[in-house]
């Protein structure tokens, strides 16, 4: 009997990746067919013992054994079918072009090995999946890419065999810069209006402001280079302040702001005539 081999031996329960069969021999008994199951898938030919084919759909998710026809004589073997790889959200959703966001990557059918993450068409734009939370959830780190602009997100399983195909929409943007903010102080007791001055400020609900340890969402925004935040309530002292467009990767410019104590004043007398010109 000859040893066959599947290689990977999973993929998609609706069929279509390629599998490459090992062990096949040029001469003697030849296999004509293989059998998935239920489902038979002839062969269009083999060369070096190896052949190439594409997996017929599968009736259900799990294990199927795999045979050869008749006049092959080969080893049973076994084949995986997975559920189909979706990819629903991201997040976050945006990143910078330096790359090196670590994005959540939900959707379903994550359960396979040898996977990475497709940003766009480009070969270089991949990278691996560095966890997987659950077959709902993974986990990747974007690459870096030359320009701002849109890539459409995919993930593959089974070194490329198995993807989705489902185009979520990841967005870069160029590196923002932080440069000032005005004024640099506020009464510790928070709700002063701060402007942050810069450049490469998105407009997104996902903006943040960090004061210290304490992240504040935008209270509008002006332009690119012009976004105002309310300083939180916070003890009197220095901290440094950063932005971020994605909620998630801030920036590293060590600003300092100041909280100040705030200053209790009274007037003496506290009334007046209402013509004015009292002291």
């Known amino acids: 009997a000859v040893a066959l081999t599947l290689v990977p031996s999973r993929g998609p329960v609706m069929g279509g990746s ?22 038979q898938v002839f062969l269009e030919s083999a060369e070096g013992g190896t052949v190439r084919m594409a ?47 670590r994005i959540v990557v939900s959707g379903e059918g994550f359960d396979g090995d040898d996977g990475f993450c497709r940003f766009g068409d ?3 734009m991949v990278t691996p999946i560095v966890s997987v939370l659950s077959s709902n959830a993974v986990i990747c780190v974007t690459p870096q890419r030359v320009a701002a602009g849109i890539a459409t997100l995919e993930v593959s399983l089974n070194g490329g065999t198995s993807s989705s195909t489902d185009k979520v929409q990841f967005q870069y943007y160029s590196e ?25 400020f998105v407009d997104s609900s996902d903006f943040l402001c960090r004061f210290g340890m304490k992240t504040v969402a935008r209270s509008h925004r002006t332009s690119a280079s012009t976004v105002v935040c309310t300083a939180p309530a916070s003890t ?21 702001f100041s909280f100040r ?19």
């Open 18 to 39: 390629f599998v490459t069969i090992l062990g096949l021999e040029v001469s003697g008994p030849e296999v004509r067919s293989l059998t998935f199951g239920s489902a």
């Open 122 to 124: 480009e070969d270089d």
């Open 236 to 256: 009197p002292g220095n901290v440094s302040i950063e932005v971020s467009n994605n909620g998630l990767d801030f920036t590293k410019t060590g600003l300092r």
């Open 176 to 200: 923002p810069v932080l440069v000032q903010a005005m004024p640099s102080y506020a009464p510790a007791t928070g709700g002063s209006s701060i402007t942050f001055a810069g450049d490469n």
């Open 261 to 279: 104590e705030a200053v209790a004043l009274t007037l003496v007398p506290s009334r007046g005539p209402v013509m004015g010109g009292s002291f």
């Open 55 to 101: 997996v017929p759909a599968g009736s259900y998710v799990g294990l199927v054994n795999v045979i050869t026809d008749d006049l092959g004589g080969g080893l049973p073997m076994v084949y995986e079918y997975h559920e189909i790889i979706r990819v629903h959200a991201l997040k976050p959703s945006s990143g910078s072009i330096a790359g090196g966001t």
